[in-house]
């Protein structure tokens, strides 16, 4: 599925998510609006390093972030592995690989957008939680 976000085109791998493709582009626009803070969908990850990571990924709280390596401490592995399973994110966006960053840099992002969309989807994060833009105060 392809979804536009801040003028960005994202591909969701919506055989992933056991959601109905219209439930997700709606909750997709509410996260875009600053009314979501999290997906309401169920998550198949796959049964590898990717998986591991992904899960790590999606447990980062809204308006945070984790570094490659602090990810990789907790998986026991090496950041540039980290790195590498957060490009390989098939549901960018619900899984929120934006989430995590380099420990002196934002590093890189394989999605739509690259670094650009990266930088844009945690500052809205953080001006949500900052301005109370969003209704999960």
Known sequence: MRVTMWGF???VDDR?????AD???NQLVEYERGERREFDVDVRFPDSFTGDVMRVMASIPYGETRTYGEVAAELDS???AVG??????????VVPCHRVVGAGS???????????????????ERGAVQTGLDRFD
Do not use: M, T
Not at 108 to 122: D, N, T
């Open 9 to 11: 085109a994202v591909e």
């Open 16 to 20: 992933r998510i056991d959601c109905a």
């Open 106 to 124: 934002l590093g890189g992002f394989s999605a739509a957008g690259g670094v650009a969309l990266k930088r844009a989807l945690p500052d809205h």
């Open 78 to 80: 090496h950041a540039v």
């Open 84 to 93: 590498q399973a957060c490009g390989r994110n098939p549901v960018p966006l």
């Open 23 to 25: 439930s997700l582009r």
